[in-house]
């Protein structure tokens, strides 16, 4: 019996090339490749964390500058005899007095700014005006009405620069770069630097780009993002409202009730071939659904709400009936077992086994529809100035307004420097908002989540 197991069977042929402790040619090479699709693997993935970093970078350097905005600091004398003639501070009779009215006392401020601070020029004070933005008086008049009793005294105000001087104080414009430039001279940004020197102009950090509105070309310096995020945020609240319910109810049915014939067949086809439709497309049906059919108002968030419920919900259905879909058939067996109905098997059993995978496919789904700009400018979300945010929901959902998508394409469309800067700021506001949401779809997630 020792004779047979030691001896090599009949027939076997014996390993040519050394034993299981030894690497033959063969099984080098094997390895190698291994190795080299391993290291292949961290090349793409260091490519793509390169570009990733290469477009945060980009995105940080160009749009940091909306975030701060230079302002001149100036005393105005908000004379009576100027703003309330017959000194009752009736808001009535003050609000008569246009931005006109109040030019004159901002051209006396700066003017007197400029002799305290020794500045040395020879402009008058109409190219000294320039300097400033062209919204400083409608600013002030605004201070006045809000603050009647300040009238008869001389108040601290910081006014915007134009965005010329601002553009190069923060190194976006510069001496040789405004020779054919008719909106600022050498001689104006001499006054400047001196003006800087003596502390009367510096940059601070602008909260009216976060909280303001949209603002026409000729003062690019006061516009902000804050009622493009109000219209965002109205629309957001229309998808959710009808995109979540509708979405999981057709899930749900789809994926538990409904018979399995060739009817459901083209249904789900149709489904998956509108999560990959264009968006534009959405955008044209919106047009002459909504607005050409059912004449709901253009430019209202609760049309782009329809519009981007359209768009979102194949992205729900799909996401919901992949989590259903995940839920094991032996938790409806049991359930089935110990007496539940079908309809408690799924709402009390598999319905909450299936919730993180539904709330993380439809906060995904929010956040792909806060990105979209196409169907919105098809329906004329287009950047708006609108000087007040909407004072209730009703006047949020039906007044005109814009979204941060658009008015990021709105502002990087324009010619004006500072209108660019400020798409990119746009841009980092809107990363925020998305990051934001896929980091609460991550934590309801792992908040929710059961093992089974």
């Known amino acids: 019996m020792t004779d047979l197991t030691n001896s ?9 090339h050394g034993t299981l402790l030894t690497q033959d040619a ?7 490749a291994e190795k080299r699709f391993q290291m292949y693997g961290m090349i793409a ?43 009752n501070r009736d808001i009535e009779e003050i609000s008569k007095v246009s931005t006109f009215g109040y030019s004159p006392l901002i051209s006396q401020a700066l003017e007197d700014k400029i002799a305290s601070a020794n500045v040395q020029t020879e402009l008058s004070g109409k190219q000294l005006g320039d300097i400033l933005s062209k919204s400083a008086a409608a600013t002030l008049r605004d201070f ?17 620069a134009s965005s010329r001087v601002d553009g190069y104080l923060k190194g976006r414009v510069t001496r040789d770069s ?11 940004l001499d006054v400047v630097d001196q003006l800087v020197e003596s502390g009367s102009i510096e940059k601070t950090f602008n909260l009216s780009f976060i ?3 949209d603002a026409s070309d000729q003062r690019p310096e006061s516009a902000g993002i804050g009622v493009a995020m109000v219209g965002s945020l109205f629309m957001m609240l229309v998808v959710l409202a009808l995109a979540l319910p509708i979405g999981v109810a057709a899930s749900i049915y789809l994926e538990e009730f409904a ?5 459901t067949d083209i249904i789900e086809v149709n489904i998956s071939n509108l999560a990959a439709v264009p968006s534009i497309v959405f955008g044209i049906l919106g047009l002459a659904v909504f607005i050409n059919y059912m004449h709901l108002p253009m430019s209202a968030p609760l049309v782009g709400g329809l519009v981007l419920t359209l768009m979102t919900l194949p992205t729900i259905i799909i996401s919901t009936r992949a989590s259903l879909k995940a839920v094991p058939p032996s938790i409806r067996d049991a359930a089935l077992g110990v007496g539940a109905s079908k309809m408690q098997s799924v709402f009390h059993h598999v319905l909450p086994l299936a919730t993180p995978g539904i709330l993380t496919g439809t906060i995904i789904g929010l956040a792909q529809a806060l990105g979209e700009t196409a169907p919105l400018l098809l329906i004329g979300m287009v950047g708006f100035i609108a000087s007040n945010a909407p004072d209730s929901v009703a006047s949020g959902l039906l007044s005109p307004n814009s979204a941060m998508p658009a008015q990021i394409y709105e502002w990087a469309k324009r010619a004006d420097p500072a209108f660019y800067e400020r798409a990119w700021g746009g ?6 908002f998305l990051i934001t949401m896929n980091t609460v779809a991550v934590i309801l997630r792992r908040r929710f989540e059961r093992r089974w």
């Open 45 to 87: 993935i260091g490519i793509g964390l390169l570009m990733l970093l290469v477009l945060v970078f980009t995105i940080v350097r160009n749009g940091a500058g909306a975030f701060q905005q230079t302002f001149i600091t100036l005393d105005v004398q908000l004379l009576e005899d100027k703003l309330d003639k017959n000194g």
């Open 144 to 160: 006045v009405l809000r603050h009647p009793e300040t009238i008869g005294t001389t108040v601290n105000f910081e006014f915007l």
């Open 26 to 32: 063969r099984t080098a090479k094997r390895n190698a």
């Open 259 to 263: 018979p399995k014939n060739w009817i």
């Open 8 to 16: 090599p069977a009949a027939g076997v042929p014996r390993p040519k």
């Open 427 to 432: 841009i980092i506001i809107l990363l925020l």
């Open 178 to 188: 405004i020779a054919n430039d008719k909106n600022i001279s050498v001689e104006q």
């Open 211 to 213: 909280t303001g509105a």
